[in-house]
């Protein structure tokens, strides 16, 4: 059976140790030199960047959110030890893991490791579709002998590249379809190299439950499990016309999968739909200061996401639910595409405005939909507001400086709110 030490990359044959380098981080599969489709997702990727820049907390359980009413986006694995899961409430988090370290995220510093991760995939293949900052599918089809070695090693080098040089751990899923391949990167986590062949897959998907597919959430769950399927081998006893008269296109999408069928090709140019921030209160607000504080706290981080993307949106968002969970919506398309906070900030606060007093309020948040590529942003002036060219101007120097001294080296008045 093929074999492959992960830490000095040496090809081996049924040595349980590696005898070039006496590891024992030994992949083996009988098709590991065959497949190409791959996905690399980072462990806590937030949390492990927060690690490297902080040796302090390299043992203790560290939490990436917001606020007590905020929610988690990620945790690193010790927190997950004790039940921190991200998406929960933080109130719920510090419930579980009271003596966590909670840190707000820093988006800027996450991307710009992301920018860096993406340029090693580079080096493997044209052929990456990136799902966010900390995780992509990579197909490697073709490249053996270009590199001189097969995919398998590549993704090896790439994982240990990251680590070594980056400070930062990955997970890799190698499978001949995207499907299996992202669920291969999930059966091993963290610092993980799975292996689903196409000789297996009947036999590893037969006794899963579906709740293994990406994109069947709690609500399609439950509707899957009130037509008694649970598991894989429950969609096998449908016929695929029962399936899709049942759930429609899910329903053909589910008997395919359930066969371990998948022919989605990995796409280099999968769109960016829309940028969005959120933050949940720890108190319902209907503080108009408060708000105000927050409206620009959240253009700030979707100016922050936006530029780091190299992307601008045509259409303001505004997202805000009340104590009673009804949602308020607004969105407004503007005359050219933007990426700057104070354009941000001050379209939302226009459309806040144009909702009048509905609150108290328990979530705001801002979003940038319609995106461009960024330099097709800001490019005219703004006859009605002259100055609204020198506030960009001090907007771009603010940038610069935060990136070289630190995102908190120049903080507006409002965000002090």
Known sequence: MPALCRDCLSALHQERRCP????????????????TIAHMDCDAFYASVEKRDNPELADKPVIIGGGRRGVVSTACYVARIRGVRSAMPMFQALRLCPEAVVIRPRMSVYAEVSREIRKMMDELTPDIEPLSLDE?????????????????????????????????????????????????SDLDKPRGFSVIGKAETDAFLRDKPVRLI???????????ERAGIRTFNDLLRWEQEDLTARFGSMGYRLWHLARGQDRRKVSAHAPIKSISNETTFFEDTGDAEILDGHLWRMAEKVSDRAKAKDKAGRVVTLKLKRANHSLISRRLSLRDPTQMADT???????????????????????GLADLVPADQADLSGDLLDPQAAQRARAERATDEIRKRFGSDAILKGRAMR
């Open 214 to 224: 990406w994109g069947i959430g709690p609500a399609a769950q439950d509707s899957l």
């Open 20 to 35: 070039s380098c006496g590891s024992m981080r030994i992949v083996r599969h009988d098709e590991l030199f065959d497949l």
């Open 136 to 184: 992509a599918f990579m197909d490697l089809g073709g490249t053996a002998k270009l590199h001189g070695a097969p995919p398998a090693v590549m993704l090896a080098r790439l994982t240990k590249r990251m680590k070594d040089e980056l400070g930062v751990t990955g997970s890799i899923g190698l499978s001949h379809n995207k499907f299996l391949a992202k669920v291969a």
């Open 344 to 366: 941000l900030y001050r379209t939302a606060r226009g459309l806040f405005d144009q909702v009048g007093d509905q609150g108290p309020y328990r979530l705001l948040g801002v």
